[in-house]
């Protein structure tokens, strides 16, 4: 996301990250990530709730994905580190225009199911045509 800030902003996109780490383990994530995007805590999952993002099983957590996933974090040589974290918390991606319309809707079934960029960046050209 983060390569592609400029195209999103020129489809009036802004990023905001809405995460359930709280405190010092957020400020980690933020540094480690070095995400330059605004974050949100959301410690009580609300918004989790209110997107109807579930909670995985063991079996969606142990993908080859994300066990691929984090082989290519320790090629480069990035350490990886136990957390207290909930790891069965799945995500989602998201689109609201200006009006609070949902526009878009990704819901994970897994820790690495994330839409493509360019899936994203096409809805995003789409809608900016349609307004």
């Known amino acids: 996301m983060q390569k592609n800030k400029d195209q999103f902003e020129a ?7 809405v995460s359930f780490s709280e405190g010092l383990k957020l400020q980690e994530y933020i540094e480690y990530y070095k995400w330059i995007f605004p974050i949100y805590s959301d410690a009580e999952r ?3 709730k209110l997107f109807g993002l579930g909670r995985a099983r063991k079996t969606q957590i142990f993908t080859f994905g994300v066990i ?12 990886l580190k136990k957390t207290n974290e909930d790891v069965y918390q799945l995500g989602g991606d998201f689109m609201i225009d200006g009006k609070g319309i949902l526009q878009y809707c ?4 897994n820790p690495d199911d994330r839409p493509s960029i360019e899936e994203l960046l096409k809805t995003a050209k789409n809608y900016l045509q349609s307004v």
């Open 68 to 79: 691929w996933k984090y082989l290519k974090l320790i090629a480069q040589g990035k350490k």
């Open 106 to 109: 990704f819901e994970s079934e």
């Open 11 to 17: 489809c009036g996109v802004d990023i905001i990250i």
């Open 46 to 48: 609300k918004i989790y």
